[in-house]
T-cell receptor
Framework: DGGITQSPKYLFRKEGQNVTLSCEQN?????MYWYRQDPGQGLRLIYY???????QKGDIAEGYSVSREKKESFPLTVTSAQKNPTAFYLC????????????FGPGTRLTVL | QQQVKQSPQSLIVQKGGISIINCAYE??????FPWYQQFPGKGPALLIA?????SEKKEGRFTISFNKSAKQFSLHIMDSQPGDSATYFC????????????FGTGTQLKVEL
């Protein structure tokens, strides 16, 4: 089955710890995105990558970092510098030739205690 | 700065009724307007999308109406069903601009029997 996988589904961390969220896709999509979802605020773009070894900041990149070493993988690290990291994190990708269409993974709910 | 404003925040409709969700945008460079449907604990899924060269697009029970001069677009769900109960997000993007989506804040729809 082709799709986007995010793991784990639920993640708990202590305040001050860095944590890395996984996003893998086997759709052969070039572009990948990370969003943060909070109640009543919709989805906000954290980082995006259009090709391997290249990525750009989104609207709320502070306190986050990413890498794109492989086409299939776009991990997101939530650092201790992120002031309010508890949220639902969504990864997405866009098929070539269909700009604007994004396919989303199932999400990871991160809770920082 | 919120570039896509969505209303209402929540909506209750009787089974068989029409659900209407509205969005307004500010950036006239937006050229792709999708709607996403999200069920609790899941990632959003593309429902229907429109480009500004048409005023209406219909797919089954779902219709997008687009008013370019007013910079508004809306989603109509005809014959609403309990299975339509979900959160709906409008979005907008600029082709070539990283294909980044700017999302509205979401509408929580509940269809009652």
């Amino acid at each position: 089955d082709g799709g986007i996988t995010q793991s784990p589904k639920y993640l708990f961390r202590k305040e001050g710890q860095n944590v890395t969220l996984s996003c893998e896709q086997n759709l052969n999509h070039d572009a990948m995105y990370w969003y943060r979802q909070d109640p009543g605020q919709g989805l906000r773009l954290i980082y995006y990558s259009q090709i391997v070894n290249d990525f750009q900041k989104g609207d709320i990149a502070e306190g986050y970092s990413v890498s794109r070493e492989k086409k299939e993988s776009f991990p997101l690290t939530v650092t201790s510098a992120q002031k309010n990291p508890t949220a639902f994190y969504l990864c997405a990708s866009t098929p070539p030739g269909r700009p604007g269409e994004q396919f989303f993974g199932p999400g990871t709910r991160l809770t920082v205690l | 700065q919120q570039q896509v404003k969505q209303s209402p925040q929540s909506l209750i409709v009787q089974k068989g009724g029409i659900s209407i969700i509205n969005c307004a945008y500010e950036n006239t460079a937006f050229d792709y307007f999708p709607w996403y449907q999200q069920f609790p604990g899941k990632g959003p899924a593309l429902l229907i999308a429109i480009r500004p060269d048409v005023s209406e697009k219909k797919e089954g029970r779902f219709t997008i109406s687009f008013n370019k001069s007013a910079k508004q677009f809306s989603l109509h769900i005809m014959d609403s069903q309990p299975g339509d109960s979900a959160t709906y997000f409008c979005a907008a993007s600029i082709t070539g601009g990283g294909n980044k989506l700017t999302f509205g804040t979401g509408t929580q729809l509940k269809v009652e029997l």
